[in-house]
């Protein structure tokens, strides 16, 4: 099986796009959920150090959306490609989030990742109490199982973070990509889906929750020199939603006032009705295929003995 082509470090342009938003929710919806035999309530609620409780859309599930999105967008099901059971190694669905185990002793690095989506409002304010069980499959080969979920109410604002990186990633291909460009815009095909729900194909994976968001503010840092870190962090501990968008447009506004006059890195802020016409010019992707023509290089650690997911688990729901 042929795969994706890489070229080197220094022949790409960008090396890491990161985007920090802030989104509302439209209508109530089951949006959080775990394993109800196994798991319990850890993925459904977060804790932070001074006792106060959010709400929580786990990394893992967020990541889940991205794929499933380009996945849709491609005409591919999990039976035609899994990232972690049966992977083709040659869709973008393969670029952006990886694979283990493709051919004997390789992997190709996941280049996303999501930090989970957090309320902004508590637990006890955005939390309706209600509960209801949904039967879904984790992966192919597994027979539904139950999963639990809480109702989050209309109106909940949630905050979270996503990364692109294109270089430095660990691997044991000779891969990243002839086309730059189609991998960001891949990536942020994905991520309009995850900010509003409304960009992709509703298949019956997809649509089960009928979530609708919108995007109420962006911070996008693109990173062309390195080593350089210009993404925006969101205090979590805030409880106000305005108070939030207050200050990750302060933390951005600090960030571009030490970025020198025509620094390659930067940094911008789109907020309001800016957001969804900022993201309608974003991920329009021009083919479904990656050109393919590399060789695996040889492994130089141990053999992998089965195989492992290659960054997060996406085996949780969107």
Request: aromatic share 6%; charged share 30%.
């Amino acid at each position: 099986m042929s795969l994706i082509k890489q070229k080197n470090n220094k022949d790409f342009e960008t090396k890491r796009i990161g985007v920090t938003y802030l989104i509302k929710l439209e209508n109530e919806s089951p949006l959080n959920e775990n394993m109800v035999e196994e798991t319990g309530n850890i993925h459904k609620r977060i804790t932070l150090y001074d006792g106060i409780e959010k709400a929580k859309r786990s990394g893992n599930s967020v990541k889940s959306q991205h794929r499933k999105a380009l996945m849709d967008h491609i005409g591919k099901d999990e039976t035609q490609c899994d990232s972690t059971e049966n992977p083709c190694g040659e869709c973008l669905g393969c670029a952006l989030h990886g694979f283990v185990m493709l051919k004997k002793d390789t992997m190709h690095s996941s280049l996303v990742s999501f930090s989970d989506m957090v309320s902004i409002e508590k637990s006890d304010d955005c939390i309706t109490g209600l509960r209801e069980t949904m039967l879904k499959s984790p992966s192919v080969n597994v027979s539904p199982q139950p999963f639990s979920y809480e109702r989050v109410k209309a109106g909940t604002h949630l905050v979270g973070t996503a990364y692109l990186t294109l270089t430095g990633r660990k691997t044991d291909l000779e891969f990243v990509f002839e086309d730059e460009a189609q991998i960001i815009d891949a990536f942020w095909y994905g991520l309009r889906s995850v900010l509003t729900n409304q960009t992709y194909q509703q298949t019956v994976m997809t649509a089960r929750h009928d979530a609708r968001f919108t995007p109420e503010l962006l911070i996008v840092s693109e990173a062309k020199n390195l080593p350089v870190d210009i993404m925006v962090s969101p205090d979590l501990t805030i409880c106000d939603s305005q108070k939030a968008k207050d200050d990750l447009k302060a933390k951005a506004n600090a960030l571009k006032a030490l970025l020198k006059q025509g620094d390659v890195n930067t940094i911008e802020i789109k907020d309001g009705a800016e957001v969804l016409q900022y993201l309608s010019t974003k991920g329009h992707i021009k083919s479904k295929t990656v050109k393919s023509s590399s060789k695996v290089k040889p492994k130089k650690s141990e053999k992998f003995e089965k195989p492992v997911s290659s960054g997060e688990s996406e085996n949780e729901s969107d």
